[in-house]
């Protein structure tokens, strides 16, 4: 099973950018796919998640309104649009996969994927 993050990148404060995370080595239709986020000594904190199947969705407060979670099935690929970046949104993201839907700490997923810097300039 392999996750791979991409898409991070330095970006000035109310910019936008776009991770994906594509997703192999078994059928992730069961799956819910996971944002997180690491800013340097910080915990691991959840982002934003997905629904394979339905697609329902749910965001962490922080990022509600600014970060939006999709995905392409047949591409077996996730994504999360980032707009209105701020610095504090700083960190290393990760993509995940979890079985249980709803669960929002690191310690419930399944599965994880490399992260991916995302620096935002003030």
């Known amino acids: 099973v392999q996750l791979q993050a991409s898409g991070g990148g330095l970006v000035q404060a109310g910019g936008s950018l776009r991770l994906s995370c594509s997703a192999s080595g078994r059928t992730f239709s069961s799956y819910v796919m996971e944002w997180f986020r690491q800013a340097p000594g910080k915990e691991r904190e959840f982002v934003a998640a997905i629904r394979w199947s339905g697609g329902s969705r749910y965001y962490a407060d922080s990022v509600k309104g600014r970060f939006t979670i999709s995905r392409d099935n047949a591409k077996n690929t996730v994504y999360l649009q980032m707009n209105s970046l701020e610095p504090e949104d700083t960190a290393v993201y990760y993509c995940?996969?979890?079985?249980?839907?709803?669960?929002?700490?690191?310690?419930?997923?399944?599965?994880w994927g490399k992260g991916t810097q995302v620096t935002v300039s003030s």
């Open positions: 995940a996969a979890a079985t249980s839907y709803g669960a929002t700490t690191a310690e419930a997923m399944d599965y």
